[in-house]
T-cell receptor
Framework: DAGVIQSPRHEVTEMGQEVTLRCKPISGHNSLFWYRQTMMRGLELLIYFNNNVPIDDSGMPEDRFSAKMPNASFSTLKIQPSEPRDSAVYFC????????????FGQGTRLTVV | AQSVTQLDSQVPVFEEAPVELRCNYSSSVSVYLFWYVQYPNQGLQLLLKYLSGSTLVKGINGFEAEFNKSQTSFHLRKPSVHISDTAEYFCAVSGDNTDKLIFGTGTRLQVFP
């Protein structure tokens, strides 16, 4: 398996524009996580899905952020409209789906909003 | 609710010296504990994990950690570090009733020659 695949690796956009980040989890994994990493806040859990259903989105910062998982092999994180303070590295991770197993991380998407 | 505290934001150490990175957790249920490492411009990868059983857990690259329930700690240790161990290290917790994986703020290990 190629691991968790995220795209794009880098994204530079202007304030106010819509940004969509994409993630393909490892085949057979039932849980998917979106994290945001910044110097100030560290690694924050934004939302996680289990069997394609959002279980906990309490970490989603604002209504400008939304995440979907239309099927077991694809998820998106959308920011609309984007703001400079959204600049961060966004990681997607997947796991087999129980608390006692590790999460596998993608390489991340570095988002810069100017 | 579960939480993780990594008290040291940075740990400088000379090559071949021992190192300990501290992690304390808070949880009201049974916990599973993890240490991840992040090299520059990369995602996180698992170093080791504690699920149950022996409280001393060995991981990759010569790292080990000890689960101490009475002190709610899971400190990471290595007897002799190498330059290549320079990275960010994250402690994380999940539990019996959730897949939610909560991370600490990370500790930057800087190994000097």
């Amino acid at each position: 398996d190629a691991g968790v695949i995220q795209s794009p690796r880098h994204e530079v956009t202007e304030m106010g524009q819509e940004v969509t980040l994409r993630c393909k989890p490892i085949s057979g994994h039932n849980s998917l996580f979106w994290y945001r990493q910044t110097m100030m806040r560290g690694l924050e859990l934004l939302i996680y899905f289990n069997n394609n259903v959002p279980i906990d989105d309490s970490g989603m910062p604002e209504d400008r952020f939304s995440a979907k998982m239309p099927n077991a092999s694809f998820s998106t994180l959308k920011i609309q409209p984007s703001e400079p303070r959204d600049s961060a590295v966004y990681f997607c991770a997947s796991s087999p789906g129980t608390g006692n197993t590790e999460a596998f991380f993608g390489q991340g998407t570095r988002l810069t909003v100017v | 609710a579960q939480s993780v505290t990594q008290l040291d934001s940075q740990v400088p150490v000379f090559e071949e010296a021992p190192v300990e990175l501290r992690c304390n957790y808070s949880s009201s249920v049974s916990v599973y504990l993890f240490w991840y490492v992040q090299y520059p411009n990369q995602g996180l990868q698992l170093l080791l994990k504690y699920l149950s059983g022996s409280t001393l857990v060995k991981g990759i690259n010569g790292f080990e950690a000890e689960f101490n329930k009475s002190q709610t700690s899971f400190h990471l240790r290595k007897p002799s570090v190498h330059i290549s161990d320079t990275a960010e290290y994250f402690c994380a917790v999940s539990g019996d009733n959730t897949d939610k994986l909560i991370f600490g703020t990370g500790t930057r290990l800087q190994v000097f020659p």
